[in-house]
């Protein structure tokens, strides 16, 4: 057997599976495929339900578990999308993050964050956040071995996830099967199979968005950068582009010209006009869970909240324009917007299973072009540098395709101010959620014993890639897992 009880094995000596074959007869197990923030609190939430019906998990991920691409992150600059007051491992808690960081004030110091400040609208360093993440994590570990359950880390990437008469069969890309009971997953984000294809014609000279470290040297000798993409993992590798070198001219690019919104504040305030049951009312206007029915409900939540207020601020012409009117109003006394949409995506993603198919296609483009926006939204701090750098005249935005052309020496861009040449490109036009890289033997309909959860949940939320929603979902599913109610009688973990 490869590790103890509950200690976190990691290597190529982890033992085959036999499913359902555990030191209690009809124990199970279960694969945990990526384990960045989702796989972590779905981890933390087989814990607090006793590992009920569990004998061992096996995570298999290339990187350290409770780390991933979103919140492993040394830059102090890099700050969360939602703040501490939603952002709560356990949804039923929504100040449990708020008061771990209370009890830590020498790691909110490492990370500049004075711990007597920190409120539910406070924006979290993402390292900083993923040390509450790692804390919760081995605090679950830990508990494993004291129920003796065999947790092991197989540092691999998944390439098949394959239905068997007797379980779930899990193919690695160092050729390994391991055979298991169920299958979750939690892949969350990684660079998209475009961004690949970019960089294999580049030259070298176009990397991903948090690969910037790796390329201090080519970034130190080029005066003008393009990053291609204005969401946040585009204002990410614009910042990290002035951290390595001041005085570069950053241009960020994007078909929209649009950044995202700004926000002050955030948290979660239950209505009693946005619910599950007035959205899909089938006696209410509209047609249930339709773009007329949304449309209705956050007016009626709007006049209710600010009789005199906007739902959303005025649009500027120019993404510098609006980015200011965004941090304008988000510091008015009436931000409306911030302050209801919280509960409206949770509401979302609640009812999307009971949505009709016919309306899905509709309310998925309406959510992206006039609720997703605002629910990633930037914290009013980095609009601040934004503007800063702006006027600075090291960053620039301009409207324009993705079709880019390299040669040994420069990359170009056709926008619509004409050909632009620049000497190195970061591609950060976002980050891919489907599991693209993994084959699938499902069958239809799909394979109970093959879950998904967090962005890897394609189709299964409104609106995905948020952790919060994660949260809710690694939740429910460990009550699916466990078959029992909560326990807390874990110690640290409540």
Not at 390 to 400: F, I, T
Request: glycine content about 8%; hydrophobic content about 40%.
């Amino acid at each position: 057997m490869a590790g103890r009880t509950g200690h976190l094995s990691s290597g190529g000596n982890v033992t085959a599976l036999t499913p359902g074959t555990g030191a209690g007869g009809d124990m199970g197990s279960i694969a945990i495929v990526g384990c960045g923030a989702a796989g972590t609190a779905l981890i933390v939430h087989l814990a607090e339900r006793q590992w009920k019906g569990i004998d061992r998990i096996l995570i298999i991920d290339p990187r350290l578990p409770a780390s991933g691409i979103a919140f492993d992150r040394d830059e102090e600059y890099l700050l969360c999308n939602t703040s501490v007051g939603v952002n709560s491992l356990i949804p039923r808690e929504p100040d449990h993050l708020r008061k771990w960081l209370m009890r830590n004030p020498v790691c909110t110091a490492r990370w500049g964050v004075p711990s007597t400040g920190i409120t539910e609208h406070s924006y979290l360093p993402r390292g900083l956040f993923l040390a509450y993440l790692a804390e919760y994590f081995h605090s679950a570990l830990a508990h494993a071995q004291s129920r003796g359950v065999y947790v092991d880390h197989v540092p691999a990437s998944a390439r098949a996830i394959e239905s068997t008469i007797s379980g779930v069969d899990v193919v690695t890309d160092r050729g390994e099967t391991y055979p298991v009971d169920e299958a979750v997953v939690c892949t969350g984000l990684h660079p998209s199979v475009q961004t690949l294809r970019r960089q294999k014609v580049a030259h070298g000279r176009l990397w991903g968005a948090y690969e910037t470290p790796r390329h201090v040297a080519e970034l130190d000798r080029a005066k003008r950068v393009l990053v291609l993409g204005m969401r946040q993992s585009a204002i990410d590798a614009a910042q990290m582009v002035h951290e390595f070198n001041p005085d570069a001219e950053v241009t960020m690019a994007s078909r929209t010209g649009r950044l995202p919104a700004v926000r002050t504040e955030m948290k979660e305030s239950p209505s009693t006009v946005i619910t599950t049951a007035t959205v899909i009312d089938r006696l209410g206007p509209g047609l249930p869970g339709a773009v007329m029915r949304w449309r209705h409900l956050l007016k009626e939540q709007l006049r209710l909240h600010d009789p005199l207020g906007s739902l959303f601020p005025t649009r500027g012409t120019t993404a510098s324009e609006q980015l200011r009117n965004d941090l304008d109003h988000a510091r008015s006394t009436r931000p409306a917007w911030q302050r209801i949409d919280r509960n409206a995506v949770t509401v979302a993603n609640a009812v999307w299973p009971h949505t009709p198919p016919e309306q899905r296609r509709e309310l998925a483009i309406w959510f992206n072009r006039f609720v997703l926006r605002y629910v990633s939204a930037i914290p009013g701090s980095v609009a601040d540098r934004l503007i800063a750098s702006e006027e600075q005249q090291r960053l620039s935005y301009v409207r324009a395709g993705d079709a880019l052309t390299f040669d040994h020496s420069s990359v170009r861009l056709a926008s619509e101010n004409g050909p632009l040449t620049f000497d190195v490109a970061i591609d950060a036009t976002g980050l891919s959620a489907e599991p693209g890289n993994i084959r699938s033997s499902e069958s239809r309909p799909p394979d109970p014993r093959i879950h998904r959860i967090g962005p890897a949940a394609v189709g299964q939320l409104a609106i995905p890639n948020y952790f919060n929603a994660s949260a809710r979902q690694a939740a429910s599913l460990a009550d699916d897992l466990t078959r029992q109610t909560i326990s807390t009688c874990i110690g640290t973990m409540t």
